[in-house]
Nanobody, 129 residues
Framework: QVQLVESGGGLVQAGGSLRLSCAAS????????MGWFRQAPGKEREFVAT????????YYADSMKGRFTISRNNANNTVTLQMASLKPEDTGVYYC??????????????????????WGQGTQVTVSS
């Protein structure tokens, strides 16, 4: 089992920045690819970014490229999502997720919810116009 706890959400004005963190604990959590998803009211869960467990290879949704940066620190089992130039459409609940299916791979960067095994409870991000 892997437990994930997000923090860092809040209210920010358009154009501002926020830094989300995800603390992972449990069995070999550093071997998991880590991702961020978000869900706005009435919408499906949407992929944001992911980072490979071995190589640090990253993959972003097109609308987040250049604005969001995902990083991880395997020493303290944390994953961070730095968000800049925020827009009202970035509003939603942001979820951290862990995928153990690409263990050992240097290329595995999953972008679908079904590829993830564990989820956090989410943290609310609200961007005002």
């Amino acid at each position: 089992q892997v437990q994930l706890v997000e923090s860092g959400g809040g209210l920010v004005q358009a154009g501002g920045s926020l830094r989300l963190s995800c603390a992972a604990s449990g069995r070999t959590s550093s071997n998991y690819a880590m991702g961020w998803f978000r869900q706005a009211p009435g919408k499906e869960r949407e992929f944001v970014a992911t980072i490979n467990s071995n190589s640090g290879r990253t993959y972003y949704a097109d609308s987040m490229k250049g604005r969001f940066t995902i990083s991880r620190n395997n020493a303290n089992n944390t994953v961070t999502l730095q968000m800049a130039s925020l827009k009202p459409e970035d509003t939603g609940v942001y979820y951290c997720a862990a995928s153990g299916r690409g263990s050992g791979s240097y290329l595995y960067t999953p972008s679908l919810p079904r590829q993830y095994d564990y989820w956090g409870q989410g943290t609310q991000v609200t961007v005002s116009s």
